[in-house]
């Protein structure tokens, strides 16, 4: 499989397979962000994983850039869309997901604690009656949870700290991580949002390098780093094992934990992280439509001083 070289929009052209499962990343320049469409090669079954929907938040415009491409190539290769996942709920891009069901099908399927991460998010755009129950979502998943993808089960890992809702998709030997993990040469994902833990985090982190290490991990996001001028979106559990720059051997929990909370005290909010979180809480639906017909999305202001 070959992956983005550099920030242009353009899907990744090689395509990855394992006994039978093939897996296709479009990567999003805008958000860094990774698309998956994994499909089973014989019953031609796919679910696509993290769509992004493009939002401009200066214009308010929504598009169909990124969605489009995935459109095209599941129709251009006869896929039949079976499910729409989620790893968590995006602070930095919106989700495509409801975009994508409205024109090929399938079921969008979350962790089923979303309704801890919508009870906090309510609160804090002042949502009276919003339903914290993950209804908006057609599939709850749990650490039990299978779903099918042709002859192959989709396994639901719990993988919490990031968000408490965060779970992770393994399929016969590919783990699509969201942002647990990152690149080694990058580390590990921030866990200051609401509900967030570093030691949870650091646990569910444990749990996906404890997979068997010829497994191939995917990314939610790449960012480059200062020395790698590139994009990628996949590595092996070994390669995590031995190099990840905040959990690889010896960090101890404990050493892990202290430079989570160090590091993030120092992060900016991300660039979309009002409007992503009341679109995505949402599974990928506008607040509804004020009396003049407009949808809006909140900004809560903090004020210091007048």
Known sequence: MSDPADKSNSSATGISASSGIQVEPFFDNETFSYTYVVWDSASRQAAVIDAVYDFDPF??????????????????????LTWILETHVHADHLSAAQLLKSRLGGRIGIGADIGK??????????????ACDGAQFDELLTEDSTL??????????????????????????????????????????????PGGCAARLYRSIQKLLALPEDTRMYMCHDYGTDQRKTFTCQTTVAEQRANNIHVGHPHSAEDFVAFRRNRDAQLSAPRLLYPAVQFNMRAGQLPRAEANGTHYFKIPIKQTSM
């Open 59 to 80: 214009s308010g415009k929504l598009s169909d850039a990124n969605a489009d491409r995935v459109v095209e190539f599941i129709t251009e290769h006869g896929l039949e």
């Open 117 to 130: 991460v919508q009870c906090v998010f309510a609160k804090v755009f002042n949502l009276e009656n919003f």
């Open 148 to 193: 099918a993808l042709g002859e192959h089960p989709i396994q639901v890992l719990a993988t919490p700290g990031h968000t408490p809702a965060c779970v992770s998709y393994l399929i016969d030997g590919n783990v699509f991580v969201g942002d647990t993990l990152f690149m080694p040469d990058y580390g590990t994902a921030r866990t200051d949002f």
